[in-house]
């Protein structure tokens, strides 16, 4: 659980500094709220998933439990492949080589 808690506060800073560093300020309310329900329902869903592997495995309840880790550790390594193919570092470059906040000028509006 707590390597759990480290490596979500990790990737989630990550992923909400790479995504809102490409919208204008005026999209960053929209933003954050399509961030945080998706945040929120991928660990519900995480949750969700292995609980019913612990309440529908057969044998000991240590069996269950190393059931659902088996689970989650496959989850952890689908999700971790699926980041590794699909975002894209390159549109978080400004926030990573010092390039400053961005101006609502850099988004072409005004």
Do not use: C, K
Not at 8 to 29: C, K, P, R
Not at 37 to 42: D, F, K, Y
Not at 62 to 91: C, P
């Amino acid at each position: 659980m707590f390597f759990g808690g480290v490596g979500n506060a990790g990737t989630f800073l990550a992923v909400q500094t790479s995504m809102f560093s490409n919208i204008s300020h005026a999209d960053t309310g929209h933003a954050s709220a399509i961030y945080n329900t998706m945040r929120q329902s991928s660990i519900a869903i995480n949750v969700a998933i292995v609980t019913t592997i612990v309440s529908g495995a057969g044998g000991t309840a240590l069996a269950a439990f190393h059931e659902a880790y088996l689970a989650a550790a496959v989850l952890a390594g689908v999700g971790t492949v699926l980041a590794w193919l699909l975002i894209d570092t390159r549109l978080a470059s400004s926030t990573m080589i010092g390039g400053g906040p961005r101006r609502e000028s850099d988004f072409g509006t005004t």
